[in-house]
């Protein structure tokens, strides 16, 4: 089976590579327009602060931001829907509320600690009011009559929902693109993917259009749209954040082990921040304003998954780049045999969860089922409205009944395995640094050739560990470079601990290319994990 799917990926290649190349023909080579408003560079906990003492006003960010998304959407193609108006009244409520004096600077920190501050969502989440299909084509458009639980949340703590972002028909692919709004682009090379199923939220945040984002993980969905964009997006302890309120979604009473919505940023002193607003009351407490050294904090590393012969290696500059981190946060290197197995326990593990929603179970009132064989040859006729993960979705699960029951428990065995080793090793007090994916952002549906190496991330969805994708650099191509920092579940604290470090000593976000700039003007090395924290725009 395993050089079965390796050598598909191959084949694959074949034809996956012209197709992008001819695509791609397509695709302008223009850049974004420079950054000018000064607002659209300030930290969250920087601005929130700023609004709660009236040294500005919410209405300018939110004008500001809105602004940007004008700018740079007919580009980079990440909004599906906006709600501008009702956000820029919502502001100037918030401002006279705010010159009225009726609450304390320290009651609206400790209540509100979002208030005024523009928060972006990904369309799979429910914002009531708002286009709510997950990328599937209808012939009605599907609108969120409730707030998920995680938005209603955000509203509580002062955020101001701006629009709602793009992702791949039912987040079931790490590129975004689907046959409603289209293919979303990464800011850096409009011929890259930022990835998926995030990508929206992702090329919002990295091209400074947004500041904090809601998504969604059961793969690497946040974590590699984040390295791919060069910003920060975190998978938290299961059941943390509510999961709640978002297409697709699952009645298997494990599901939340494996999904949980994220918080994705730009700057990663905000991940905390946004996190602690997210937090179910009644899931897992996590010890967030916990202060933490980072030389308080053990570290440890592997740069290949076991060697599995399944994945492909790290490109030259990635490979530097991590083994640059591994150096400075003196990690020490280990050899976790059975990480080996990540492709298999990790299919095995969501392939064979039941009720599932896509493409084959929920449908229109009134439309027929689809069925897998149906939908199939539709599809390779090009009468189909589904993407081709959608389609051949089912295909997976029906693959997946075939394999003996012997099977599946032995590779839920080594699950369990996997979980006693991370859990004596990392303790209370260790992280692990870990590659987020081979390469830097590929082009556009070069991912299906790609397919197993995202299990560089699903691994932790596997194995319910949080673990936050951070931003060490750029790479030759001024392409953002990521890594993974994994910790225990409910050690959330430290993933993010890390992060800040991390953004300290690397310079976090990069300013994309623009109109003024000219790519040489990036202070990043090549292959270093490190990185001027702005472009001159």
Not at 307 to 328: E, F, K, Q, T, Y
């Amino acid at each position: 089976m395993r050089r079965f799917l390796r050598s598909a990926m191959i084949v694959f290649s074949w034809f996956v590579v012209p197709y992008s190349r001819y695509t791609n023909i397509k695709v302008m080579r223009r850049k974004l327009p420079p950054i000018r408003s000064h607002l659209l560079e300030i930290p969250a906990v920087d601005l929130a602060k700023l609004i709660r003492t009236r040294k500005i006003k919410s209405e300018e960010v939110v004008e500001a931001y809105i602004e940007r998304c004008r700018q740079v959407n007919p580009l980079i193609n990440a909004i599906v829907q906006d709600r501008f108006e009702e956000a820029l009244e919502e502001a100037r409520e918030i401002d006279n509320v705010i010159a009225m004096g009726i609450n304390s600077v320290e009651s609206m920190e400790e209540h509100t600690p979002l208030l005024g501050i523009p928060v972006t969502v990904k369309e799979s989440i429910a914002v009531k009011g708002m286009t709510n299909q997950a990328g599937r084509v209808f012939k009605t458009p599907q609108i969120a009559k409730s707030d998920a639980p995680v938005v209603e949340q955000i509203k509580r703590s002062g955020g101001i929902i701006l629009l709602v972002s793009n992702t791949p028909e039912l987040c079931l692919l790490w590129e975004t693109y689907n046959n409603v709004t289209g293919q979303t682009k990464n800011p850096y090379d409009l011929k890259r993917t930022p990835g998926g199923s995030s990508g929206g939220e992702a090329a919002l945040l990295a091209s400074g259009a947004s500041l904090l984002g809601l998504t969604s993980d059961i793969g690497g969905s946040s974590r590699l749209p984040a390295m791919f964009s060069g910003i920060w997006g975190h998978k938290p302890t299961p059941y943390a954040v509510s999961f709640r309120g978002h297409h697709p979604t699952s009645d298997f009473p494990k599901w939340g082990d494996f999904f949980t919505i994220a918080p994705m940023t730009r700057y990663a002193k905000d991940l905390p921040l946004l996190l602690k607003c997210m937090s179910d009351p009644t899931g897992p407490k996590l010890t967030l304003d916990r202060a933490i050294s980072v030389n308080g904090i053990r570290f440890f590393f592997m740069d290949n998954d076991g060697p599995s012969g399944m994945m492909r290696p790290l490109s030259r500059d990635l490979h530097a780049a991590i083994n640059r981190v591994a150096s400075d946060f003196n990690a020490k290197r280990v050899n976790i045999r059975k990480m080996k197995w990540s492709l298999d326990i990790s299919l095995s593990a969501m392939l064979t969860m039941k009720n599932i929603e896509t493409i084959y179970h929920k449908t229109e009132e009134g439309e027929q089922p689809k069925t897998v064989c149906k939908e199939t040859v539709k599809y390779f006729f090009g009468c189909s409205d589904s993407i081709l993960p959608s389609v051949i979705f089912g295909h997976l699960q029906n693959f997946m009944k075939i394999i003996p029951n012997s099977r599946h428990k032995h590779l839920a065995s080594i699950i369990e395995a996997l979980k006693t080793e991370f859990k004596e090793m990392l303790g209370n007090d260790g992280v692990f640094l870990y590659p987020t994916f081979p390469n830097t952002a590929h082009q556009h549906y070069q991912i299906y050739h790609k397919l197993l190496e995202p299990m560089y991330m699903a691994i932790f969805n596997t194995l319910g560990l949080p673990v936050t994708n951070c931003m060490i650099g750029l790479d030759r191509r001024n392409l953002p470079m990521g890594i993974q920092v994994v910790a225990n579940p409910g050690q959330d604290h430290l993933c993010l601990a890390v992060a800040r470090e991390m953004e300290r000593r690397y310079g976090g976000w990069v300013r994309p290319p623009s109109e003024e700039s000219h790519s040489s003007s990036t202070s990043s090395s090549n292959g270093s994990a490190s990185g001027s924290s702005k472009q001159r725009g």
